[in-house]
């Protein structure tokens, strides 16, 4: 129907690395600050007048 091979629907195709994760079994999971920092960094960040977006554009923290 598509001799080309464009134009087919592959939305539903699993590829090797899909399959891969799939399988994956390690936990993945961000580390929490006490509620207390939680409340100190939304209330400054209220106070200088900032959604969070704009705190995070202007932190210069990084990720490992």
């Known amino acids: 129907m598509f001799p080309d091979g ?3 629907n592959t939305q539903h195709q699993t590829s090797k690395n899909t399959a891969a994760l799939d399988r994956e079994t390690e936990e993945l999971h ?8 939680q409340r100190a960094m939304q209330q400054a960040r209220q106070a200088k007048g900032m959604t969070q ?9 990084s990720l490992p």
């Open 53 to 61: 977006k704009e705190l995070a554009t202007v932190s210069k923290f």
């Open 6 to 8: 464009a134009g087919g």
């Open 30 to 37: 961000h580390e929490r600050v006490s509620m207390n920092l």
